[in-house]
């Protein structure tokens, strides 16, 4: 009997845990918190104990049927991916969870709260395990709704309701085009196994391009890439534990780790790769601009996730060529350490100060020695200083890029992309910590004081993976997170190439920017503004490229634009050619006035009664509550597979 046996309890005890906090924790302690941070830390051990036993033993795979004769079932299938995702997941839900007990100690909604967040913890694990991709959408839904819930926790206000809607329907998109790639997937070969999907690959790659694009769709909602990454900065409005937790270290991985998982299926498509490569290089660079501007300390770090997941995606892009797959692994694995710190940091500058406006604070590291040091950290690690974490694995991304570039030129300007994506993050990361830590205290209406050691502890933990994390690629990690064959590297041999040394000036040159700008004061920040240019280009990044404006115009005027256009059509070329008919002759004429009247103007008038009475219909089922949008959808999966039974497809 190996431990590896007993992983189905690693989703199952959070479930178990959301049914005892949300039907009693009115009762217990803290609205149940206890009972939520026992579950997460009982799966982070039995996580640890399967790490091991999969190291020793390899990949583990059971399951059952689900549906008899059609190939579907459930199981579980854990090989070194699973088993990394695990433990990411795993210590940063448990680190969170121990914080929350200081950070939402006042909040009235605690049940509800820790209820959220074991059944969060349970969908994300359910959906890494899962050994099909049915299997896995079906918690990647489950994940979706926890999102919904948790954004919009503070359901009160407005803009958290507001962005807890945009979230859900944003990633909705994705997630249609996801459940559209899984069904073409199933016609081609009969199964959504992972292991059986893999063996029928070497025998079919025919036709793959575009269910590997529409899977990558997938993975571009969940996890904020361009064009779908307008909902991840609304995001923030969730608290400041919920942002560290699924908008930073866990949920927005999920796309991340679908790319890696699909793997099997993208070596035969070498152009996905190339699309998702670009894909990725543009959110990095695209979204490290808008952080530049930012003024609020989590607007600046969920830019700063967007940019980083799109240095994963960048790095899984390569890896058809190179050794993409580690490289893009090892920064989730790291990201999820930093990013987390930074986020529960910034949290405990919010819970000090009572103010998101880094233009208010300034001076607070005389107050918040331990919240300032860790955070220093953070933004070490982020920014790429040497020997810390993000160091080695953003020097693993770029130098993947550059040896992909040997295939196909374009890489060439993907690694540009990243170098400049690089120097951006080292000078708003230091932008953030010193216009909120050095410096005199700007508002004098708080008093800032250190939080408690629920808050301070996991940032000090966190703290030693960020800084040290890195280490792991010299020490097995290479050999345990691969695909196909992973080159290795020692340090020695990074600091022979020219690329390091070009990351390294990238990172310092941005920290040493930010130095005289924004400590030294030796450089104004009005210089990145003088002039009119360099306002409108500000200006431009403030409005966030007016990607909100686009989707707001296509959703509200898109469809309006549309239905004046067939009413024009109507008047100017049915109408056109029913006169011009009519004026050849009084009784052809008086026959086609007729057919006007009758059929044409009778459909036209059909067709607007049948769309008012069906916008009236679709206008009562938005209900806003996301329990009826849940069961539309079941019963809509239903329907498909009962279809699909009675064409005969299944």
Not at 136 to 155: A, Q
Not at 243 to 267: D, N, Q
Request: glycine share 10%; with cysteine.
């Amino acid at each position: 009997m190996t431990w590896v046996e007993f992983s189905y309890l690693i989703p199952i005890i959070p479930f178990i845990a959301f049914l005892i906090v949300a039907f009693f924790g009115n009762k217990m302690k803290e609205g149940g918190a206890p009972v939520t941070i026992a579950a997460v830390a009982s799966t982070f051990v039995l996580s640890v104990l399967v790490l091991f036993d999969v190291y020793q033993n390899g990949s583990y795979e059971t399951s059952m049927n689900w549906i008899g004769g059609t190939g579907l079932e459930v199981g579980i299938f854990i090989d070194n991916l699973t088993a990394l995702m695990l433990i990411v997941v795993t210590f940063v839900s448990l680190m969170v969870s121990i914080y929350s007990l200081g950070y939402m100690h006042d909040d009235p909604c605690k049940r509800r709260y820790y209820a959220e967040i074991a059944l969060f913890v349970g969908s994300m694990l359910g959906l890494i395990l899962a050994n099909n991709f049915l299997l896995m959408f079906i918690f990647w839904e489950l994940v979706g709704v926890c999102s919904y819930l948790l954004i919009g926790f503070w359901y009160q206000k407005p803009a958290a309701a507001s962005a807890a809607k945009k979230a859900f329907l944003v990633t909705r998109i994705g997630d249609v085009l996801f459940l559209t790639g899984i069904a073409m997937l199933y016609v081609k070969f009969g199964t959504l196994n992972f292991v059986e999907l893999e063996h029928l690959m070497g025998h079919d790659v025919q036709g793959l391009l575009l269910p590997a694009l529409l899977l990558f769709a997938g993975a571009v909602g969940k996890s904020a890439q361009f064009p779908l990454h307008v909902w991840l900065p609304n995001a923030m409005e969730g608290p400041t534990t919920v942002s560290a937790l699924i908008h930073a270290a866990t949920m927005v991985k999920a796309g991340i780790y679908l790319v890696a998982r699909s793997y099997f299926i993208l070596e035969h498509v070498p152009d996905a790769f190339l699309i998702i490569a670009i894909i990725g290089g543009i959110t990095a660079l695209m979204a490290a601009t808008m952080a530049l501007v930012q003024y609020d300390i989590k607007g600046v770090l969920a830019y700063s996730t967007i940019s980083q997941l799109g240095y994963m995606m960048l790095a899984l892009g390569a890896g058809a060529h190179a050794f993409g797959y580690t490289a893009g692994m090892f920064h989730l694995m790291n990201h999820a350490f930093f990013k987390a710190l930074l986020f529960l940091a910034a949290g405990s500058v919010i819970h000090a100060v009572g103010s998101n406006d880094m233009r208010k604070m300034g001076g607070l590291h005389k107050h918040m020695k331990i919240t300032s040091i860790t955070m220093l950290i953070g933004s070490l690690s982020i920014a790429g200083f040497p020997f810390m974490s993000g160091f080695f694995s953003k020097d693993e991304v770029l130098s993947s890029v550059w040896h992909a570039a040997a295939d196909n030129n374009i890489y060439y300007v993907l690694y540009a992309m990243g170098v400049i994506t690089a120097f951006l993050t080292a000078f708003y990361m230091f932008r953030l910590w010193y216009m909120t830590f050095s410096g005199e205290q700007r508002d004098k209406s708080y008093h800032p004081h250190e939080s408690p050691k629920t808050m301070t502890i996991p940032l000090m933990l966190l703290a030693i993976l960020a800084a040290g994390a890195g280490f792991s690629f010299f020490f097995g990690f290479q050999d345990f997170i691969y695909f196909g064959h992973a080159p290795h590297v020692t340090i020695v041999h990074m600091f022979e190439m020219w690329q390091t040394w070009l990351s390294i000036a990238a990172g310092l040159g941005g920290i040493g920017l930010a130095t005289l700008v924004y400590y030294k004061g030796s450089i104004s920040p009005s210089v990145f503004t003088a002039g009119p240019g360099r306002r409108a280009v500000r200006h431009m990044l403030e409005m966030k490229y007016w990607m909100d404006e686009v989707y707001m115009a296509i959703a509200e005027k898109g469809v309006y634009g549309f239905s004046l256009l067939m009413d024009k059509f109507d008047r100017k070329v049915v109408d056109g050619a029913i006169n011009g008919i009519s004026s050849g002759g009084i009784g052809l004429g008086h026959a086609s006035n007729e057919f006007d009247k009758g059929v044409i103007d009778g459909t036209v008038n059909g067709l607007s009664k049948a769309s008012f009475k069906g916008g009236k219909l679709l206008w009562n089922l938005q209900s806003g509550r996301v329990q009826d949008y849940a069961s539309v959808m079941i019963l809509g999966v239903c329907g498909l597979i009962v279809l699909m039974m009675l064409t005969g497809v299944i």
